[in-house]
């Protein structure tokens, strides 16, 4: 399918006017048999679409995907998923050392001499 446009529009221009900032690379992507699989599924299937579209934080229409976009999308759910994991992992260690320093504190505090110790 091919998209008549004018002289001064790239074909580049369309993806990027989807997305927030300027495409400054189009890498190529080797893609399996599954992947492919998994590619036409998303694209077709409205919940898939739906759900990639949540989680890219990116509006895409039933149909009016191209691969390029969703190729995208999936790249930004990826991205996202794996700093929210790598944040929790952060604040996970955040607590535990938390935990760790709490306990020191307490340790001390035990055998400090109580304030009111002192007084007669």
Do not use: C
């Not at 446009?5 to 189009?26: E, K």
């Not at 999936?74 to 996970?92: C, H, K, N, P, T």
């Not at 505090?109 to 109580?114: A, D, E, L």
């Amino acid at each position: 399918m091919s998209i008549d446009l004018p002289h001064n529009v790239l074909q580049t221009d369309l993806m990027a006017s989807r997305m927030s900032q300027t495409v400054v690379r189009r890498p190529s992507l080797p893609l399996t048999a599954a992947d492919e699989a998994d590619l036409a599924l998303l694209k077709e299937s409205a919940p898939y679409l739906q759900a990639l579209s949540r989680l890219a934080g990116q509006g895409l229409s039933e149909g009016e995907v191209t691969e390029s976009v969703l190729l995208h999308a999936i790249f930004e759910a990826g991205l996202a998923a794996v700093r929210q994991l790598a944040e929790s992992d952060g604040y996970g260690q955040v607590a535990v050392e938390y935990i760790a320093d709490e306990a020191a504190r307490r340790r001390l505090s035990r055998r400090r001499r109580p304030a009111w110790a002192d007084e007669a």
